[in-house]
């Protein structure tokens, strides 16, 4: 069953997606050479307590995964780019890191995605990360009143496409509330005008995340880390948006970004 959420409800979830940019925002500060990935999450594990928040993540139990999940926070890095596990791993010069997070405050949900480069930065690893920017911003703009869900997949599709990425619709962008996955599955490609009519109090979490060469995928052995099949680098771009009168509101932005909402 698909929620419509009011705009105090919207209001409620803004205040989660302002605290899961906070958390991304050091994230990305903190990533550095010499990192491992197990201080990350143990930092973030200090930000969530001290914030009163909680874990959407922890004892998690999908049925995409293998047993509950037990940490706060997917950490992906190189060919690696969703559910990552986070484990005694030092980040390197020029790794590609995906970090994931959603978190509920006072029983509302936001979640939010990004990547990054680790010390020196190759251009294609810049440019898959600009693509699912790109097409992340593309997909907050079609999810307006009025447009169909195949608009936003369309979208993010056609990005990908000018950039010459293949793309993976096993997992993809879903409906966000009360929980981190509401009944609403939104693929990264798709076809416009098709779908689900837009409407305001709808809330999405809309994820583009694109393989340079491939669109399978693989599981890595702890039954969470999904890679690209043939081991081409990724990236992994998520906001929170709620869809309103006047459009779409994004509720995970970062002041990093520098953009008002779309």
Same mark, same amino acid.
Request: aromatic share 6%; proline share 4%.
């Given at each position: 069953?698909?929620?419509?959420?009011?705009?105090?409800?919207?209001?409620?979830?803004?205040?989660?997606?302002?605290?899961?940019?906070?958390?991304?925002?050091?994230?990305?500060?903190?990533?550095?050479?010499?990192?491992?990935?197990?201080?990350?999450?143990?930092?973030?594990?200090?930000?969530?307590?001290?914030?009163?928040?909680?874990?959407?993540?922890?004892?998690?139990?999908?049925?995409?995964?293998?047993?509950?999940?037990?940490?706060?926070?997917?950490?992906?890095?190189?060919?690696?780019?969703?559910?990552?596990?986070?484990?005694?791993?030092?980040?390197?010069?020029?790794?590609?890191?995906?970090?994931?997070?959603?978190?509920?405050?006072?029983?509302?949900?936001?979640?939010?995605?990004?990547?990054?480069? $680790?010390?020196?930065?190759?251009?294609?690893? !810049?440019?898959?990360? +600009?693509?699912? @920017? %790109?097409?992340?911003?593309? #997909?907050?703009?079609?999810?307006?009143?009025?447009?169909?869900?195949?608009?936003?997949?369309?979208?993010?599709?056609?990005?990908?496409?000018?950039?010459?990425?293949?793309?993976?619709?096993?997992?993809?962008?879903?409906?966000?509330?009360?929980?981190?996955?509401?009944?609403?599955?939104?693929?990264?490609?798709?076809?416009?005008?098709?779908?689900?009519?837009?409407?305001?109090?709808?809330?999405?979490?809309?994820?583009?995340?694109?393989?340079?060469?491939?669109?399978?995928?693989?599981?890595?052995?702890?039954?969470?880390?999904?890679?690209?099949?043939?081991?081409?680098?990724?990236?992994?771009?998520?906001?929170? $948006?709620?869809?309103?009168?006047?459009?779409? !509101?994004?509720?995970? +932005?970062?002041? @990093? %970004?520098?953009?008002?909402? #779309?």
């Amino acid at each position: 069953m698909i929620e419509l959420k009011t705009p105090a409800e919207i209001e409620r979830m803004h205040v989660t997606g302002r605290f899961v940019a906070e958390v991304l925002t050091e994230v990305g500060r903190l990533a550095d050479v010499g990192v491992n990935l197990l201080d990350l999450e143990h930092h973030v594990r200090g930000m969530i307590k001290r914030r009163g928040a909680e874990s959407c993540y922890w004892d998690y139990a999908p049925s995409f995964g293998e047993g509950p999940f037990r940490n706060v926070i997917c950490l992906s890095v190189n060919d690696a780019v969703l559910h990552g596990l986070p484990h005694d791993y030092t980040l390197r010069d020029g790794d590609v890191l995906t970090a994931d997070l959603a978190v509920t405050i006072d029983g509302w949900a936001a979640d939010s995605a990004r990547t990054v480069v $680790v010390g020196t930065a190759a251009e294609e690893d !810049l440019r898959i990360i +600009r693509a699912t @920017e %790109e097409a992340l911003e593309a #997909a907050i703009e079609a999810a307006r009143p009025g447009n169909r869900l195949g608009d936003i997949s369309a979208a993010i599709g056609s990005v990908a496409e000018a950039y010459g990425y293949p793309v993976n619709t096993e997992f993809g962008g879903h409906a966000i509330g009360r929980t981190m996955h509401e009944d609403l599955h939104v693929p990264n490609k798709g076809r416009a005008g098709r779908g689900l009519k837009l409407r305001p109090g709808l809330t999405l979490a809309l994820e583009p995340w694109f393989a340079r060469t491939t669109d399978r995928i693989v599981h890595d052995p702890d039954g969470w880390t999904i890679r690209s099949a043939d081991g081409s680098r990724t990236a992994h771009s998520e906001h929170t $948006v709620a869809i309103t009168e006047d459009g779409p !509101l994004v509720l995970t +932005r970062r002041d @990093e %970004e520098g953009r008002a909402s #779309a």
